[in-house]
């Protein structure tokens, strides 16, 4: 069974970055999409981007938009989610999830496999 482990996650000041990564073991994950999800304590699982398998297209919630940036390397079977100008409100443990497609533009349908997250606290 695939499984997917998140890292990068972190303490960082408002303002800035961090990348996470999202990997996986064996050679499937190239072939299908990617996303992102996130959830703050007391707050439902929210998603914030998914990317196809090829990387050719994506999708970002209205929230992370021009912010956060997807990208892929399946040489590597990982997945990156570049997060910059972080905000306190980006506080959360974020997950990523492969999907049952290659490509959806909808982030929230055909969910597969889901890692254990990573947490990204946003704090002064």
Known sequence: QLQLVESGGGLVQPGESLRLSC????STLPHFAVGWF???PG????????ISS???STTYA?????RFALSR???KSTVYLQMNSLKSGD???YFCVKYQTVWYPDC?????????????????
């Open 38 to 40: 996130r959830q703050a």
């Open 62 to 66: 209205d929230s992370v938009k021009g």
């Open 108 to 124: 929230t349908k055909y969910l597969d496999i889901w890692g254990q997250g990573t947490q990204v606290t946003v704090s002064s």
């Open 43 to 50: 707050k439902e699982r929210e998603w914030v981007g998914c």
């Open 91 to 93: 506080t959360a443990k």
């Open 54 to 56: 090829s990387g050719s």
């Open 73 to 75: 390397d399946n040489s």
């Open 23 to 26: 990997s996986a073991s064996g």
